[in-house]
């Protein structure tokens, strides 16, 4: 899966909470498949079907015709769309599976979208909010993880800061995202495949846990040294949604770094962030 196991070796090396892999679900109990798709990519991430995760080489079986999706941005949902049968994304990413979906009727926001999920429950049953980056508390919030992970003097550079209700006990967890890279000379924005000393891509969750607000990392890459020829990945989260339909949001997280992309989704269960889905191409 893209991303997991980068993940893992930092966070068990930093002490930090880490991502592992999440049995079935078992909270649906419906025979037609639900599949899920990463919109900006074309990637069938997998579904659902009967309360299980499955992936998409094994939802693919089901999608005999085209499907009806309902398409959702991070700020909530946007229009809906028919999606083909599953295809090879090609020479490059043979085993990835793709699926070209089309907007039905006017979608105006039809580029905003992230995700695009079919299925007989509402996916987005709480809101997203966004908050300032430039909060001071969560720049320390930050700033604490780097250090600890080796980085000294951190150049805290946050993309993200989202409030939701994730499992709707009526208190809103924090989601964070901070990337940070080298690129290429005279295009920062570019990503490259070294890394710089300072470089990092967090995902961060906050969260109430037994009465003591708790850190959950989905995802970290820290360089406190610059290496070379690594792929260093940019992560940002892309929608929040119910996608099992068990009344709590799991996170869709979008990553890429130089030559490839990729999408995972992880579900928070604790103090755990478990992943589900992960799919992309990486040529």
Request: net charge positive; with cysteine; proline share 7%.
């Given at each position: 899966?893209?991303?997991?196991?980068?993940?893992?070796?930092?966070?068990?090396?930093?002490?930090?909470?880490?991502v592992?892999?999440?049995?079935?679900a078992?909270?649906?109990?419906?025979?037609?498949?639900?599949?899920?798709?990463?919109?900006?990519?074309?990637?069938?991430?997998?579904?659902?079907?009967?309360?299980?995760?499955?992936?998409?080489?094994?939802?693919?079986?089901s999608?005999?015709?085209?499907?009806?999706?309902?398409?959702?941005?991070?700020?909530?949902?946007?229009g809906?769309?028919?999606?083909?049968?599953?295809?090879?994304?090609?020479?490059?990413?043979?085993?990835?599976?793709?699926?070209?979906?089309?907007?039905?009727?006017?979608?105006?926001?039809?580029?905003?979208?992230?995700?695009?999920?079919?299925?007989?429950?509402?996916?987005?049953?709480?809101?997203?909010?966004?908050?300032?980056?430039?909060?001071?508390?969560?720049?320390?919030?930050?700033?604490?993880?780097?250090?600890?992970?080796g980085?000294?003097?951190?150049?805290?550079?946050?993309?993200?800061?989202?409030?939701?209700?994730?499992?709707?006990?009526?208190?809103?967890?924090?989601?964070?995202?901070?990337?940070?890279?080298?690129?290429?000379?005279?295009?920062?924005?570019?990503?490259?495949?070294?890394?710089?000393?300072?470089?990092?891509?967090?995902?961060?969750?906050?969260?109430?846990?037994?009465?003591?607000?708790?850190?959950?990392?989905?995802?970290?890459?820290?360089?406190?040294?610059?290496?070379?020829?690594?792929?260093?990945?940019?992560?940002?989260?892309?929608a929040?949604?119910?996608?099992?339909?068990?009344?709590?949001?799991?996170?869709?997280?979008?990553?890429?770094?130089?030559?490839?992309?990729?999408?995972?989704?992880?579900?928070?269960?604790?103090?755990?962030?478990?992943?589900?889905?992960?799919?992309?191409?990486?040529?």
């Amino acid at each position: 899966m893209f991303g997991k196991y980068r993940t893992i070796l930092w966070a068990a090396a930093f002490g930090l909470a880490y991502v592992e892999s999440l049995p079935p679900a078992s909270v649906i109990a419906t025979e037609r498949p639900h599949p899920i798709v990463d919109l900006k990519g074309g990637y069938l991430l997998g579904g659902t079907r009967r309360g299980q995760w499955l992936e998409a080489d094994v939802i693919a079986k089901s999608l005999k015709r085209p499907i009806r999706y309902r398409l959702y941005s991070l700020d909530g949902p946007v229009g809906q769309g028919v999606g083909t049968r599953p295809t090879s994304a090609g020479e490059a990413c043979p085993e990835t599976l793709v699926v070209e979906i089309k907007p039905t009727g006017r979608v105006p926001r039809f580029k905003e979208a992230a995700l695009a999920v079919a299925a007989d429950w509402n996916s987005m049953p709480r809101p997203v909010h966004k908050t300032a980056t430039s909060s001071e508390t969560y720049r320390r919030v930050v700033a604490d993880v780097l250090m600890r992970a080796g980085i000294a003097r951190p150049d805290v550079r946050i993309d993200q800061i989202l409030r939701v209700d994730l499992d709707g006990d009526g208190t809103d967890e924090v989601l964070i995202t901070a990337n940070r890279h080298k690129g290429y000379p005279g295009q920062p924005d570019q990503m490259g495949p070294d890394a710089a000393a300072g470089d990092y891509s967090l995902v961060l969750l906050r969260k109430v846990y037994k009465g003591k607000v708790r850190p959950v990392v989905l995802h970290a890459e820290f360089y406190p040294a610059g290496k070379r020829s690594t792929a260093p990945s940019k992560q940002t989260i892309a929608a929040v949604l119910d996608l099992d339909g068990d009344g709590r949001m799991e996170i869709a997280v979008k990553g890429r770094h130089y030559e490839a992309d990729w999408m995972t989704v992880y579900k928070i269960v604790g103090l755990k962030a478990h992943v589900v889905l992960s799919e992309g191409c990486e040529p």
